[in-house]
């Protein structure tokens, strides 16, 4: 096999797109360290839980959504219960399954925190780019995002931890 190494335009990209990317999370880890006590993960994990139907999801949706594995995940949601942020409750179509349950602490946390989190966002990464680059940011990192999840014939992806999937998506047609 013969490497295909990479050209100095596409060097230059790799490296720029690498210290954005470090830069930018960082500077999110910061604002919510300071304002919320948390890191962008465990906010991640308040934030899709309250877009979630009754704030509840089937902790393999959770981990699927956010791209991690089920055991960081549930060493996640193990701490934002112990702080009273979430809870867990047994699925009742699957007692295997567990569901991540959005409290009102919670909640209170995230409706505290989102605004300095959304404007950090704001600040540090759409403020600098134009509405024609935003358009093309979001197409770029959805043909990324596609190719490493293996939505398309490029890649080599088939079984990746959070696309596994148990029997608690939805109740039984019968209940």
Known sequence: MTTRW???EEQRAWRAYM??????????????????GMPH?????????SDAPDRRLRMTD?????????????????????DGLV???????DRR???AVLTDEGVAVLERTAPGHVETVRSTLFDRLTPEQVGQLEEI?????????????????EDVPWR????????????
């Open 6 to 8: 990479l050209t100095p």
């Open 19 to 36: 210290a954005a990317s470090r830069l930018l999370e960082d500077a999110i880890d910061r604002q919510l360290q300071q304002e919320g």
């Open 41 to 49: 993960l465990f906010y991640s994990v308040l934030a899709n839980l």
């Open 62 to 82: 959770l981990a699927e959504t956010l791209k991690i594995t089920r055991s960081r995940l549930t060493y996640v949601v193990t701490r934002l219960e112990r």
């Open 87 to 93: 809870r867990r409750e047994t699925c009742r179509w």
């Open 97 to 99: 399954s567990s569901l």
């Open 141 to 157: 990192c959805t043909g990324i995002a596609r190719g490493l999840q293996g939505e398309d014939d490029r890649s080599g992806a």
């Open 164 to 175: 596994r999937r148990s029997s608690c998506s939805s109740p039984p047609a019968s209940s």
